[in-house]
Nanobody, 121 residues
Framework: QVQLEESGGDSVQAGGSLRLSCTASRYRGCMAWFRQAPGKEREGVAG???????TYADSVKDRFAASRDYAANTLYLQMNNLKPEDTAMYLCASSGPSSRASLQDSAYDSWGQGTQVTVSS
């Protein structure tokens, strides 16, 4: 069982920035960020598999940057130029190794509780 703990969510104005963190209790091959807004389906945002390429959703590709600190088992998400439509609960997920990080939630077997991001206009 892997424990994932997210932090960094906050309320910001449109155009602002936030940095989310997710620390895993042990190493996992792939880690990813998902988000879910009220009344909407969970959406993959960004994912990284060990020393591999990063996968981004088209809606965040030019504004968000994901990174990993492998020594600390931590996944980050730097979010810039935030928009009201980015408002959601952001959840961290992890899985075993893969050649490419999926943005499908079925690919992940461990989930955090989430951290809330609210962007006001």
């Amino acid at each position: 069982q892997v424990q994932l703990e997210e932090s960094g969510g906050d309320s910001v104005q449109a155009g602002g920035s936030l940095r989310l963190s997710c620390t895993a209790s042990r190493y996992r091959g792939c880690m990813a960020w998902f988000r879910q807004a009220p009344g909407k389906e969970r959406e993959g945002v960004a994912g990284i598999c060990s020393f591999g390429s990063i996968t981004y959703a088209d809606s965040v590709k030019d504004r968000f940057a994901a990174s990993r600190d492998y020594a600390a088992n931590t996944l980050y998400l730097q979010m810039n130029n935030l928009k009201p439509e980015d408002t959601a609960m952001y959840l961290c997920a992890s899985s075993g190794p893969s050649s490419r990080a999926s943005l499908q939630d079925s690919a992940y077997d461990s989930w955090g509780q989430g951290t809330q991001v609210t962007v006001s206009s």
